[in-house]
């Protein structure tokens, strides 16, 4: 360590904006394809836009940071091609300037192939506009000039000025020039502002500076005092940051030191950088904040420009940095893998630091912990109490109808035990969950018009469903969101029934009143009064219009419960309480507590209730507005988009599933333990996989329900894009080996059990792994298969041994797929001896089936497994 004065201490002085001790990080939208570089912002679209190693540029929306989607290029397909944003080429977009001043949006852009772009957006979602060259043409050299003339190296980054009103000028640093430039905007002229083309470092006149590989820069003009403007700029190779002031056409050094490749916070004459390279400013604090994202260290800092201290906004410091694991939770312990870009967002008036973790591929967000204390935000370890219900350790996910059609809500009937699901358009499906058999029940076209199911009656996109049999009759209620009413369908014989109107007048509004005029915004979920007995009303959230609804079928009248239509996250009497985009909700009662509507606050990541006898509003987890995922206490649990909730009554005080909409991932809040856990999924990792816990994946979670059957507990969604999945509570896994237990109706029809193995025990340590060799034999012309078709089998492939074995998929590998009889030999990592013994004495069927997600319609059954070599593999080597 170098012998400097010691460590900052925050007690000195009062630290602003982002600092590790009190924030914590998030990862948010979907992993990359390649590595991640820098971003830009657009506070009008609330966009995030980043460049890629794959020479593409992605969004991201923040207030609804599931996907990053491509906005421009091909991935993979390196070039240099102007014209639309669908036809664009680029070659490694860098830094980029977002410019909102003549209305429309302008992103400037820098690129490793050498070259200054300009993207004219006229709307991101659909992706229209034109990219055009302002100068650079693909060959590297240092020549100043016109748009045709010009040359670069490497340019990094490109920040427009003035700050405010229309550009006239780009300041841009040529890293491997080792010169930063200017271009005029209305000439397209480039000329050197500092630098000399040497490497080194030189304070003094811009004109004789040396620098070394100028990258990240940002530009502050004091509010004070006008045309006082100063440009600083990070040196990854100098170990700086540095300051070149635009008036005195000066360059000075801000803090780090040329010579010490370190790790040191505190006042600038002492702090050490470790590859200091993307810079942006947080301009709504005066003096401004700088934060730099350090290449080599994976950590994020802060540099305040009115105490001039340096702080560590994120991130472990690593001098490794070769596979540092993707690690969220509090910002003092999470990781990062090289963190290529940074940049501050305020919303809702909370400022947030979003980090690009290159080679983790994933955008991750530093929030501040603003509503409790630092030491409450701990890292999730093992629960030291016990976990009833359905848990990570006892859940087995399975796939009772898989489609790649988008569902929203779930109901069942329990005398038939059938379930029925809405879809996006205005479908109405019934499942029948013991054979998988879905029927449509709806017509397929949009619309609005009430009687019969199987001719007159349409839908537009129905949302919360409910099925009734308290009246002697099957009643099903629906909100559809795209007519604005509540409808009610009585089954007749079969699927057909007679739709009505029951509340709504088809128009959008918010009036309360006899159900002929009471009016809606956007219907979302039912919940049903009381939980038990003759029905009596509906509880309706309205996401969109900020509001609860009561339907009161006794006297035909729906009342406001809870909200005013203005978004907010104020607790206390529901006269004057605000909620922010309520999506699901549930009754719960308590002998303590009596009657609650608990409910997911979709846009303000929290969890809430209403008590209806004091109605009383309280958040009971989750921080409005701070968005993240964070098991443990519900003082200190964070959420992403929390979308339904399902009730296990079982119990009292009783359990809450809660399902997230782009986290992807179902999580349980124990009422009696106020405790929240997985219960299935991982994060951010979008797949339709079945499996136990934690080794399933979803894709989006929409509605939930709980069910209990002859003591059976199990919990149905509707994953989007990926149909009806079914969690049931099924034996826990053992903490002594990472086997699994699969229920019943998963066990294959020829188990290892019913025909012992004749080999010798193996002895092995449950933490060894054993890789081997993994040979199947297929009738098919896998050679005669599109690509697609190929792709399709051989994720099938690993998916039925993963699932067979009850492990994650990662595990197996397809090594080569030799033609004729077409033999796919793979490569599996065997951790136990319990899994070597279940696969050596496996015949295929027990293996490639429905029960594991293998399509036998398509491909078969193979007529051959085994170890090693297999005798048809040994006859095509002959």
């Known amino acids: 360590t170098p012998s400097v004065s010691a460590p900052y201490s925050a007690t000195a002085t009062v630290a602003r904006g982002i600092i590790a001790r009190y924030s914590v990080v998030n990862t948010v939208g979907t992993k990359g394809s390649d590595n991640g570089r820098y971003f830009a912002y657009d506070d009008k679209t609330q966009t995030l836009f980043s460049g890629w190693e794959d020479h593409v540029i992605r969004t991201l929306y923040l207030p609804d940071p599931c996907e990053l989607e491509i906005l421009s290029g091909r991935k993979d397909r390196k070039g240099w091609v102007d014209g639309s944003l669908t036809l664009a080429r680029f070659d490694k977009p860098y830094g980029m300037e977002v410019d909102r001043s003549s209305g429309e949006l302008v992103i400037y852009l820098c690129e490793g192939g050498d070259t200054i772009r300009r993207l004219k957006i006229a709307n991101v979602e659909n992706k229209i506009g034109d990219v055009s060259t302002l100068g650079g043409a693909r060959n590297e050299a240092l020549v100043d000039g016109g748009s045709m003339t010009s040359r670069f190296n490497n340019p990094k980054w490109a920040r427009k000025y003035p700050l405010q009103g229309p550009p006239n000028i780009l300041y841009i640093t040529d890293q491997d020039n080792n010169v930063i430039r200017m271009m005029d905007l209305s000439s397209r002229e480039t000329s050197r502002v500092a630098g000399t083309g040497a490497r080194g470092y030189v304070d003094g006149p811009s004109a004789t500076a040396v620098l070394h590989q100028p990258a990240g820069l940002v530009l502050y003009e004091s509010p004070s005092a006008s045309g006082n403007l100063q440009m600083y700029f990070t040196e990854p190779k100098n170990q700086m940051i540095r300051m070149l002031d635009l008036t005195t056409k000066v360059v000075t050094s801000i803090a780090g030191t040329s010579t010490i490749k370190s790790f040191w916070d505190g006042p600038f004459s002492s702090a050490f950088f470790y590859f200091p390279l993307a810079m942006e400013i947080d301009r709504n604090v005066d003096p401004p904040l700088l934060y730099v994202g350090e290449w080599e260290a994976g950590v994020a800092r802060q540099l305040d420009l009115g105490s001039k201290q340096v702080h560590r906004a994120a991130g472990r410091f690593n001098s490794e940095t070769n596979n540092i694991p993707r690690v969220d939770g509090p910002a003092t312990i999470a990781s990062f893998e090289y963190i290529s870009g940074v940049i501050p967002v305020m919303r809702w008036g909370v400022t947030k630091l979003y980090a690009m973790d290159r080679k983790n591929r994933y955008v991750r967000e530093v929030a501040p912990i603003a509503t409790a204390s630092p030491s409450s935000i701990t890292a999730t370890s093992s629960p030291s109490y016990t976990l009833n219900g359905i848990s990570s350790d006892n859940s087995d996910v399975t796939s009772l109808h898989p489609t790649i059609r988008s569902g929203r809500y779930l109901s069942i009937d329990h005398e038939t035990r059938l379930i029925y699901s809405t879809w996006d358009g205005g479908a109405i499906r019934r499942l029948d969950p013991a054979s998988g058999t879905q029927t449509l029940m709806t017509q397929r076209d949009k619309g609005y018009a009430d009687g019969s199911l199987a001719s007159a009656a349409r839908f537009t996109d129905i949302h919360g469903i409910h099925v009734d049999r308290s009246n002697e009759?099957?009643?099903?209620?629906?909100?559809?969101?795209?007519?604005?009413?509540?409808?009610?369908?009585?089954?007749?014989?079969?699927?057909?029934?007679?739709?009505?109107?029951?509340?709504?007048?088809?128009?959008?509004?918010?009036?309360?009143?006899?159900?002929?005029?009471?009016?809606?915004?956007?219907?979302?979920?039912?919940?049903?009064?009381?939980?038990?007995?003759?029905?009596?009303?509906?509880?309706?959230?309205?996401?969109m219009g900020h509001k609860i609804r009561y339907l009161d079928l006794t006297i035909n009248v729906t009342n406001t419960l809870l909200g005013n239509g203005t978004a907010g996250s104020i607790d206390g009497p529901a006269s004057r309480a605000l909620i922010n985009s309520?999506?699901?909700?549930?009754?719960?009662?308590?002998?303590?507590?009596?009657?609650?509507?608990?409910?997911?606050?979709?846009?303000?990541?929290?969890?809430?209730?209403?008590?209806?006898?004091?109605?009383?509003?309280?958040?009971?987890?989750?921080?409005?507005?701070?968005?993240?995922?964070?098991?443990?206490?519900?003082?200190?649990?964070?959420?992403?988009?929390?979308?339904?909730?399902?009730?296990?009554?079982?119990?009292?005080?009783?359990?809450?599933?809660?399902?997230?909409?782009?986290?992807?991932?179902?999580?349980?809040?124990?009422?009696?333990?106020?405790?929240?856990?997985?219960?299935?999924?991982?994060?951010?990792?979008?797949?339709?996989?079945?499996?136990?816990?934690?080794?399933?994946?979803?894709?989006?979670?929409?509605?939930?329900?709980?069910?209990?059957?002859?003591?059976h507990?199990?919990?149905?969604?509707?994953?989007?894009?990926?149909?009806?999945?079914?969690?049931?509570?099924?034996?826990?896994?053992?903490?002594?080996?990472?086997?699994?237990?699969?229920?019943?109706?998963?066990?294959?029809?020829?188990?290892?059990?019913?025909?012992?193995?004749?080999?010798?025990?193996?002895?092995?340590?449950?933490?060894?792994?054993?890789?081997?060799?993994?040979?199947?034999?297929?009738?098919?012309?896998?050679?005669?298969?599109?690509?697609?078709?190929?792709?399709?089998?051989?994720?099938?492939?690993?998916?039925?041994?993963?699932?067979?074995?009850?492990?994650?998929?990662?595990?197996?590998?397809?090594?080569?797929?030799?033609?004729?009889?077409?033999?796919?030999?793979?490569?599996?990592?065997?951790?136990?001896?319990?899994?070597?013994?279940?696969?050596?004495?496996?015949?295929?069927?027990?293996?490639?089936?429905?029960?594991?997600?293998?399509?036998?319609?398509?491909?078969?059954?193979?007529?051959?497994?085994?170890?090693?070599?297999?005798?048809?593999?040994?006859?095509?080597?002959?």
């Open 473 to 543: 009759q099957v009643d099903i209620y629906v909100a559809s969101q795209g007519n604005k009413v509540i409808r009610k369908i009585r089954l007749g014989d079969g699927i057909d029934g007679e739709a009505t109107t029951i509340a709504g007048t088809g128009q959008e509004g918010q009036a309360d009143g006899d159900f002929s005029s009471s009016s809606f915004t956007d219907p979302r979920d039912l919940e049903v009064y009381p939980i038990t007995g003759k029905i009596q009303g509906f509880y309706i959230t309205e996401e």
């Open 582 to 711: 309520p999506t699901g909700g549930a009754l719960v009662e308590t002998s303590s507590a009596g009657l609650e509507y608990y409910f997911t606050s979709h846009q303000a990541h929290a969890i809430r209730k209403i008590r209806l006898d004091t109605l009383e509003v309280v958040t009971i987890t989750g921080f409005p507005n701070m968005d993240g995922y964070l098991d443990g206490p519900i003082s200190s649990a964070l959420f992403v988009h929390p979308e339904d909730l399902a009730v296990d009554r079982t119990f009292d005080p009783p359990i809450l599933y809660i399902g997230t909409w782009c986290r992807s991932v179902l999580r349980r809040l124990d009422l009696s333990t106020m405790q929240v856990d997985l219960v299935a999924g991982r994060s951010y990792e979008r797949k339709s996989i079945d499996g136990r816990g934690e080794l399933s994946r979803f894709n989006y979670i929409a509605g939930m329900l709980f069910d209990v059957q002859n003591g």
């Open 713 to 878: 507990k199990s919990l149905y969604l509707m994953d989007r894009g990926r149909g009806v999945r079914k969690i049931a509570r099924v034996t826990p896994m053992p903490t002594a080996t990472p086997t699994v237990t699969r229920s019943p109706s998963l066990t294959p029809t020829s188990s290892p059990s019913s025909a012992p193995s004749t080999k010798a025990p193996i002895t092995r340590s449950p933490s060894e792994t054993a890789t081997k060799k993994f040979v199947a034999v297929f009738s098919i012309d896998y050679f005669g298969f599109t690509l697609s078709q190929k792709r399709a089998f051989e994720e099938n492939f690993v998916q039925a041994i993963a699932n067979f074995l009850g492990t994650d998929r990662r595990r197996i590998k397809i090594d080569k797929i030799t033609p004729g009889s077409t033999i796919v030999e793979s490569k599996l990592k065997i951790i136990t001896a319990v899994e070597y013994d279940k696969i050596e004495n496996a015949v295929p069927e027990d293996i490639f089936n429905g029960a594991n997600g293998f399509n036998t319609v398509n491909y078969g059954i193979p007529t051959e497994i085994c170890f090693g070599e297999c005798s048809a593999s040994r006859e095509k080597q002959n």
